[in-house]
T-cell receptor, first 117, second 112 residues
Framework: DSGVTQTPKHLITATGQRVTLRCSPRSGDLSVYWYQQSLDQGLQFLIQYYNGEERAKGNILERFSAQQFPDLHSELNLSSLELGDSALYFC????????????????FGPGTRLTVL | AQSVTQLDSQVPVFEEAPVELRCNYSSSVSVYLFWYVQYPNQGLQLLLKYLSGSTLVKGINGFEAEFNKSQTSFHLRKPSVHISDTAEYFCAVTPWGSTFIFGSGTRLSVKP
Protein backbone atom coordinates (compact mmCIF):
# COMPACT_ATOMS: atom_id res chain seq x y z
CA ASP A 1 0.00 0.00 0.00
CA SER A 2 1.62 3.21 -1.23
CA GLY A 3 -0.56 5.51 0.86
CA VAL A 4 -2.02 7.16 -2.24
CA THR A 5 -5.74 6.62 -2.69
CA GLN A 6 -7.79 7.02 -5.82
CA THR A 7 -11.53 6.94 -6.31
CA PRO A 8 -13.43 5.46 -7.95
CA LYS A 9 -11.66 2.23 -8.87
CA HIS A 10 -13.79 1.72 -11.94
CA LEU A 11 -15.86 4.12 -13.98
CA ILE A 12 -18.03 3.32 -16.96
CA THR A 13 -19.57 6.14 -18.90
CA ALA A 14 -20.71 7.14 -22.37
CA THR A 15 -19.12 9.25 -25.07
CA GLY A 16 -19.65 12.96 -24.64
CA GLN A 17 -19.94 12.72 -20.87
CA ARG A 18 -17.80 14.33 -18.18
CA VAL A 19 -16.18 12.55 -15.22
CA THR A 20 -14.06 13.49 -12.24
CA LEU A 21 -11.31 11.31 -10.82
CA ARG A 22 -10.09 11.93 -7.32
CA CYS A 23 -6.71 11.41 -5.73
CA SER A 24 -5.52 11.76 -2.15
CA PRO A 25 -1.73 11.90 -1.85
CA ARG A 26 0.35 10.38 0.92
CA SER A 27 0.26 12.33 4.13
CA GLY A 28 2.66 15.26 3.84
CA ASP A 29 3.33 14.93 0.12
CA LEU A 30 2.92 18.25 -1.66
CA SER A 31 3.26 17.13 -5.27
CA VAL A 32 0.62 15.24 -7.20
CA TYR A 33 1.08 13.82 -10.67
CA TRP A 34 -1.50 12.39 -13.08
CA TYR A 35 -0.75 9.73 -15.67
CA GLN A 36 -2.75 7.95 -18.33
CA GLN A 37 -1.94 4.34 -19.16
CA SER A 38 -3.41 2.83 -22.30
CA LEU A 39 -2.45 -0.16 -24.41
CA ASP A 40 -1.44 1.85 -27.45
CA GLN A 41 0.12 4.92 -25.76
CA GLY A 42 1.79 3.34 -22.77
CA LEU A 43 2.24 5.43 -19.62
CA GLN A 44 1.86 9.12 -20.37
CA PHE A 45 2.47 11.97 -17.97
CA LEU A 46 -0.45 14.38 -17.96
CA ILE A 47 0.11 17.07 -15.35
CA GLN A 48 1.79 17.88 -12.03
CA TYR A 49 0.62 20.07 -9.18
CA TYR A 50 2.76 21.26 -6.31
CA ASN A 51 1.10 22.72 -3.24
CA GLY A 52 -1.93 23.83 -5.17
CA GLU A 53 -0.21 25.24 -8.21
CA GLU A 54 0.33 23.71 -11.62
CA ARG A 55 4.01 22.85 -11.95
CA ALA A 56 4.37 20.89 -15.19
CA LYS A 57 2.25 19.83 -18.11
CA GLY A 58 2.66 16.81 -20.29
CA ASN A 59 0.46 15.28 -22.94
CA ILE A 60 -2.78 16.53 -21.50
CA LEU A 61 -5.66 17.22 -23.85
CA GLU A 62 -7.56 20.50 -23.68
CA ARG A 63 -10.68 18.49 -22.75
CA PHE A 64 -8.88 17.44 -19.58
CA SER A 65 -8.17 19.64 -16.60
CA ALA A 66 -6.95 19.16 -13.05
CA GLN A 67 -6.66 21.01 -9.82
CA GLN A 68 -5.16 20.55 -6.38
CA PHE A 69 -7.12 21.74 -3.39
CA PRO A 70 -5.89 23.31 -0.12
CA ASP A 71 -6.06 19.93 1.61
CA LEU A 72 -3.73 18.70 -1.19
CA HIS A 73 -6.13 16.23 -2.73
CA SER A 74 -6.40 16.50 -6.49
CA GLU A 75 -9.08 15.98 -9.09
CA LEU A 76 -8.73 15.21 -12.76
CA ASN A 77 -11.67 16.30 -14.87
CA LEU A 78 -12.25 14.64 -18.22
CA SER A 79 -14.92 16.10 -20.48
CA SER A 80 -16.44 15.40 -23.90
CA LEU A 81 -15.24 11.86 -23.47
CA GLU A 82 -14.27 9.80 -26.48
CA LEU A 83 -13.78 6.08 -26.87
CA GLY A 84 -10.03 6.64 -27.00
CA ASP A 85 -10.05 8.09 -23.50
CA SER A 86 -10.65 4.62 -22.09
CA ALA A 87 -7.56 3.91 -20.00
CA LEU A 88 -6.12 3.50 -16.54
CA TYR A 89 -5.53 6.83 -14.85
CA PHE A 90 -2.90 6.90 -12.16
CA CYS A 91 -2.17 9.49 -9.56
CA UNK A 92 1.21 9.66 -7.86
CA UNK A 93 2.62 11.84 -5.10
CA UNK A 94 6.09 12.97 -4.09
CA UNK A 95 7.59 13.40 -0.63
CA UNK A 96 7.24 16.60 1.33
CA UNK A 97 10.09 19.03 0.96
CA UNK A 98 10.84 18.08 -2.62
CA UNK A 99 10.07 21.62 -3.67
CA UNK A 100 8.39 20.14 -6.70
CA UNK A 101 11.80 19.08 -7.94
CA UNK A 102 12.36 15.81 -9.62
CA UNK A 103 14.64 13.04 -8.50
CA UNK A 104 12.32 12.12 -5.70
CA UNK A 105 10.44 8.88 -5.76
CA UNK A 106 6.84 8.99 -6.87
CA UNK A 107 4.34 6.86 -4.99
CA PHE A 108 1.57 5.58 -7.21
CA GLY A 109 -2.04 4.97 -6.36
CA PRO A 110 -3.92 1.88 -7.55
CA GLY A 111 -5.48 3.73 -10.48
CA THR A 112 -8.95 4.40 -11.83
CA ARG A 113 -10.03 2.34 -14.79
CA LEU A 114 -12.16 4.45 -17.11
CA THR A 115 -14.26 2.77 -19.76
CA VAL A 116 -16.01 4.95 -22.31
CA LEU A 117 -18.76 3.20 -24.25
CA ALA B 1 14.31 16.14 -26.07
CA GLN B 2 14.62 13.21 -23.74
CA SER B 3 13.42 9.71 -24.50
CA VAL B 4 13.49 6.23 -23.03
CA THR B 5 13.67 3.00 -24.99
CA GLN B 6 12.96 -0.36 -23.49
CA LEU B 7 14.34 -2.70 -26.06
CA ASP B 8 12.22 -5.74 -25.25
CA SER B 9 8.45 -5.61 -25.00
CA GLN B 10 8.27 -9.15 -23.63
CA VAL B 11 10.82 -11.33 -21.87
CA PRO B 12 9.92 -14.94 -21.12
CA VAL B 13 12.22 -16.74 -18.74
CA PHE B 14 12.20 -19.90 -16.65
CA GLU B 15 12.11 -19.80 -12.89
CA GLU B 16 15.55 -19.51 -11.21
CA ALA B 17 17.15 -18.29 -14.43
CA PRO B 18 18.89 -14.90 -14.59
CA VAL B 19 17.21 -12.02 -16.37
CA GLU B 20 18.20 -8.65 -17.82
CA LEU B 21 15.70 -6.03 -18.87
CA ARG B 22 17.25 -3.40 -21.08
CA CYS B 23 16.73 0.33 -20.95
CA ASN B 24 18.43 3.03 -22.98
CA TYR B 25 17.80 6.72 -22.73
CA SER B 26 18.56 9.82 -24.67
CA SER B 27 19.20 13.13 -22.99
CA SER B 28 21.42 16.14 -23.47
CA VAL B 29 21.45 16.85 -19.76
CA SER B 30 22.08 14.85 -16.61
CA VAL B 31 19.22 12.61 -15.59
CA TYR B 32 17.95 10.60 -12.71
CA LEU B 33 16.98 7.01 -13.54
CA PHE B 34 14.33 4.73 -12.12
CA TRP B 35 12.87 1.28 -12.51
CA TYR B 36 9.27 0.67 -11.51
CA VAL B 37 7.31 -2.59 -11.39
CA GLN B 38 3.61 -2.99 -12.03
CA TYR B 39 1.98 -6.20 -10.85
CA PRO B 40 -1.33 -7.18 -12.46
CA ASN B 41 -4.16 -4.85 -11.51
CA GLN B 42 -1.94 -2.69 -9.35
CA GLY B 43 -0.20 0.66 -9.49
CA LEU B 44 3.50 1.17 -10.07
CA GLN B 45 6.00 0.48 -7.31
CA LEU B 46 9.58 1.73 -7.20
CA LEU B 47 12.20 -1.00 -7.57
CA LEU B 48 15.30 1.19 -7.49
CA LYS B 49 16.69 4.53 -8.52
CA TYR B 50 19.96 6.12 -9.51
CA LEU B 51 20.53 9.73 -8.52
CA SER B 52 24.30 9.90 -8.16
CA GLY B 53 27.27 8.01 -6.74
CA SER B 54 27.89 4.32 -7.32
CA THR B 55 26.71 3.24 -10.73
CA LEU B 56 25.52 -0.13 -9.40
CA VAL B 57 22.23 0.30 -7.64
CA LYS B 58 20.52 -2.35 -5.56
CA GLY B 59 16.78 -2.38 -5.17
CA ILE B 60 14.03 -4.41 -3.63
CA ASN B 61 13.26 -8.06 -4.33
CA GLY B 62 16.86 -8.85 -5.33
CA PHE B 63 16.94 -6.57 -8.37
CA GLU B 64 19.88 -4.38 -9.30
CA ALA B 65 20.70 -2.01 -12.14
CA GLU B 66 23.84 -0.48 -13.52
CA PHE B 67 24.06 3.04 -14.84
CA ASN B 68 26.35 3.30 -17.85
CA LYS B 69 26.77 6.90 -18.84
CA SER B 70 28.82 6.25 -21.97
CA GLN B 71 26.23 3.84 -23.31
CA THR B 72 23.31 5.80 -21.86
CA SER B 73 21.89 2.62 -20.44
CA PHE B 74 20.32 1.53 -17.19
CA HIS B 75 19.72 -2.20 -17.49
CA LEU B 76 17.86 -4.09 -14.77
CA ARG B 77 19.11 -7.50 -13.66
CA LYS B 78 18.22 -10.29 -11.30
CA PRO B 79 20.38 -13.40 -10.90
CA SER B 80 17.52 -15.78 -10.21
CA VAL B 81 13.87 -14.97 -10.87
CA HIS B 82 10.76 -16.31 -9.19
CA ILE B 83 7.25 -16.84 -10.44
CA SER B 84 6.24 -13.86 -8.32
CA ASP B 85 8.46 -11.57 -10.43
CA THR B 86 6.00 -11.88 -13.30
CA ALA B 87 4.97 -8.29 -13.93
CA GLU B 88 5.51 -5.31 -16.19
CA TYR B 89 8.66 -3.29 -15.64
CA PHE B 90 9.06 0.35 -16.54
CA CYS B 91 12.24 2.31 -16.91
CA ALA B 92 11.92 6.05 -16.33
CA VAL B 93 14.19 9.04 -16.59
CA THR B 94 13.80 12.51 -15.27
CA PRO B 95 16.12 15.20 -16.46
CA TRP B 96 16.93 17.36 -13.47
CA GLY B 97 14.15 19.85 -12.92
CA SER B 98 11.79 18.17 -15.35
CA THR B 99 9.13 15.52 -15.35
CA PHE B 100 9.23 11.77 -15.58
CA ILE B 101 9.49 10.09 -18.96
CA PHE B 102 8.55 6.42 -18.91
CA GLY B 103 9.56 3.71 -21.33
CA SER B 104 6.96 1.57 -23.02
CA GLY B 105 7.42 -1.25 -20.52
CA THR B 106 8.76 -4.80 -20.59
CA ARG B 107 6.50 -7.66 -19.66
CA LEU B 108 8.47 -10.25 -17.72
CA SER B 109 6.89 -13.68 -17.76
CA VAL B 110 8.45 -16.26 -15.45
CA LYS B 111 7.57 -19.85 -16.26
CA PRO B 112 7.92 -22.84 -13.93
Amino acid sequence: DSGVTQTPKHLITATGQRVTLRCSPRSGDLSVYWYQQSLDQGLQFLIQYYNGEERAKGNILERFSAQQFPDLHSELNLSSLELGDSALYFCASSPKGSGGSIGNEQFFGPGTRLTVL
Amino acid sequence: AQSVTQLDSQVPVFEEAPVELRCNYSSSVSVYLFWYVQYPNQGLQLLLKYLSGSTLVKGINGFEAEFNKSQTSFHLRKPSVHISDTAEYFCAVTPWGSTFIFGSGTRLSVKP
